[in-house]
């Protein structure tokens, strides 16, 4: 007589935070094998996408899917479930938007088809996953944020798609003087589109339009310029750190590292060489 084995127990690797991205309601990156979701509702937007495995769900009555090229909009206050496909189960990152975001005239369309085959949709996701794992790359996230709410309102309703707008010197160079004026403090991209009357994303086409260099780029690059200087005065590289506006010792040494070749303790250390005899 065959003896039956146990069904294996569900197992869950999960990781949540909730990071200093305007729009950003929370951040969730998971692991399950052999676990499904109920029917549940979110306050939130839930824009998902699914790196090992695949979900299917069903949203308003309805059957979908999600294969690894694709990205899912799931509006909110919409029931919806979620269980693996195979028995190896499902890797998947999420981001929890609010409606600064995407607004409630979207919910319709999302409904009509959650499941989004684009390319560089979910390229910009994967890339907006990487900025938000790195404390003090928020600048990063929050330009990246702009232009992937942006894909997906053209996206939901084709007709309405938001047009690139022309070139703006003025407007960069404007920008150029805020991030110079905020090297160490930093600004958010909600703050400088405030202060300067423009859209975010305006902003940051304008700007790297203009310089060739996104404004986040631009601005780690002139906090790695004072972190130089610092350092050949003699500080230390965690002092440096905070002094040149990075969120803490390891996130400066990653784009010191990147910008200069070295580390900073390298950069500081070496001795200069001896003069050459005449």
């Not at 028995?87 to 919910?107: C, H, M, N, Q, T």
């Not at 938000?132 to 992937?148: K, M, N, Q, V, Y």
């Not at 942006?150 to 070139?167: D, F, N, S, W």
Request: net charge positive.
């Amino acid at each position: 007589m065959a003896v039956s084995r146990p069904a294996p127990q569900p197992t869950a690797d999960v990781c949540a935070w909730r990071p200093q991205v305007p729009g950003v309601v929370e951040v969730f990156h998971a692991h399950f094998t052999g676990y499904a979701y109920p029917m549940h509702v979110h306050e939130a937007w839930t824009l998902l996408i699914v790196d090992d495995g695949a979900v299917r769900y069903d949203l308003d009555r309805h059957e979908h899917g999600t294969p690894h090229d694709t990205v899912s909009l799931l509006p909110p206050h919409v029931p919806h479930n979620g269980s693996a496909v195979t028995p190896d189960g499902f890797r998947k990152r999420v981001l929890y938007l609010d409606a600064s975001v995407l607004g409630e005239e979207l919910i319709g369309p999302a409904v009509d088809g959650p499941d989004l085959r684009d390319p560089v949709l979910r390229r910009r996701v994967g890339q907006l996953h990487g900025a938000l794992s790195r404390p003090g790359d928020e600048l990063e996230a929050d330009s990246r944020l702009t232009f992937i709410g942006e894909r997906l309102r053209g996206l939901l309703r084709p007709g309405q798609a938001v047009r690139p707008q022309h070139r703006d010197p003025v407007l960069a160079r404007r920008l150029r003087e805020l991030l110079d004026a905020r090297v160490t403090e930093g600004l958010t991209l909600d703050t400088a589109a405030g202060l300067l009357q423009a859209h975010p994303a305006h902003l940051v086409r304008a700007f790297s339009g203009a310089y060739g260099i996104a404004p986040h780029r631009y601005l780690t690059a002139r906090r790695v310029d004072r972190a130089r200087r610092l350092l050949l005065d003699g500080l230390p590289a965690g002092d440096v750190a905070v002094a040149a506006g990075f969120y803490d010792q390891a996130h400066l040494t990653r784009h010191f590292r990147r910008l200069v070749g070295v580390t900073p303790g390298r950069y500081g250390s070496a001795p200069a060489p001896a003069a050459a005899a005449t």
